[in-house]
């Protein structure tokens, strides 16, 4: 957990200059605006798809995960009520 802690606080300061600079620059320079705006939109665009791609991927993992634990929860159901019905021989 310290671990991710420190990523964190290290990579804080660096982020934040970051993040600043993304939103001074354009208001200070407003051709940098225009440039910029296409290659915000493109960034935009490209974390959409990997995000409904990695949404789908998991939901899909998870409805088989799902359905896998139900088969397997009615057989278990099925074998104990086959041995409660069978007479047990001695």
Not at 6 to 13: C, K, Q, S, V
Not at 39 to 67: P, R
């Amino acid at each position: 957990m310290a671990l991710i802690e420190d990523i964190f606080e290290e990579a804080l300061g660096p982020v934040a200059l970051g993040v600043g600079a993304l939103i001074a620059i354009p208001t200070l320079f407003p051709p940098v605006r225009r440039a910029l705006r296409p290659v915000a939109k493109g960034v935009i665009k490209t974390g959409i798809a990997i995000y409904e791609t990695t949404v789908a991927n998991v939901a899909e993992a998870a409805g088989d995960l799902i359905a896998e634990a139900r088969a397997e929860r009615e057989n278990e159901a099925l074998a104990a009520v086959e041995q409660k019905a069978t007479p047990a021989s001695l």
